[in-house]
């Protein structure tokens, strides 16, 4: 090679050293600065996007949830779920579910959560987890006016209750010797009641008393106090270590604390408190069970 071949290499090799670096630097900087902005843009979107939850109900269950004249659901657990789910500002669909699906169809997936009345029970705590309670109830036994059915004379008594329940559970437990009528619905327990098919029935509180209200309850009544036991209190429901149970205990706390959740339970109750609502119902009972009994 001549020198002045290898002179004019070394001036090109100069004169490109420049411009390799100058590439270099701003394909670099092109580098680094678009993940930064995609994950700026996905973590926003991210922030922004609302959670979209799936809670199903039991649509028998008057008045915490049921279905109006034109099927749709209605009732408190179904307006205190809207407040919480525009509380967290979640988009949330309620589903109608049977009574018996409802712990199964969770840890299934088919569903994100359930509120139904449910009341929190060691037995369920061990395969789901509960929001804090959102109600306390008890349990009443029913029977037709006149009738001298009580709680101390079941024995080889019919008495219905609806299956999984609380009511049934300490049907089984503590009287065991009724002849015991279990039911997928609190309304398909009725039925039986009604048609004579039982002479009593088990039930929750609320919805117990809730019925002898209507027309279908007039001829029957309480027979003597409510029955109260350790699992009185309900909860949402969800499945094992979900971090909404956390969510939906926040946003059950500002409900509270801004005063929707007393204007919704007392909009249904007659009150503005958890306890106070138990202790109306209670009232409530006293009063339907000491009602005179007409003649027969």
Not at 50 to 62: F, G, H
Not at 106 to 116: E, S, V
Not at 180 to 188: A, H, M
Request: some cysteine; proline content about 3%.
């Amino acid at each position: 090679m001549t020198v002045s071949m290898t002179s004019s290499m070394s001036k090109k090799a100069l004169w490109l050293a420049p411009l390799s670096a100058a590439i270099l630097m701003l394909a670099g900087c092109s580098n680094s600065s678009e993940p930064t902005e995609s994950a700026a843009t996905d973590t926003a979107t991210e922030a922004e996007a609302p959670l979209n939850i799936k809670i199903a109900t039991e649509s028998s269950y008057k008045p915490f949830s049921y279905t109006d004249a034109d099927g749709k659901l209605i009732g408190y657990e179904i307006e205190l779920v809207d407040a919480l789910c525009a509380q967290m500002k979640a988009k949330c669909e309620v589903i109608s579910q049977d009574w018996d699906g409802l712990i199964p169809g969770l840890n299934a997936q088919k569903f994100d959560a359930t509120i139904a009345g449910m009341s929190i029970t060691p037995e369920r705590k061990e395969v789901v987890d509960f929001s804090d309670p959102y109600f306390h109830s008890g349990i009443i036994l029913i029977g037709k006016k006149g009738d001298d059915l009580s709680i101390d004379s079941l024995e080889g008594q019919p008495v219905a209750s609806q299956r999984s329940t609380v009511a049934s559970q300490y049907l089984q437990d503590e009287h065991a010797s009724a002849d015991i009528k279990l039911y997928d619905t609190q309304d398909n327990a009725y039925l039986d009641l009604t048609s004579g098919r039982v002479r009593g029935m088990m039930s929750d509180k609320v919805t117990g008393i809730d019925w002898l209200k209507t027309d279908a309850g007039k001829d029957y009544e309480v027979k003597g106090q409510e029955i109260s036991t350790d699992d009185d209190a309900m909860g949402i429901a969800f499945r094992k270590g979900d971090p909404l149970v956390a969510k939906f205990n926040a946003a059950l706390a500002e409900l509270k604390d801004n005063g929707t959740y007393d204007q919704i339970t007392g909009s249904y109750f007659g009150t503005s408190s958890t306890a106070a609502a138990s202790k109306a119902v209670v009232n409530d009972v006293t009063d339907v069970a000491t009602e005179e009994a007409p003649a027969n």
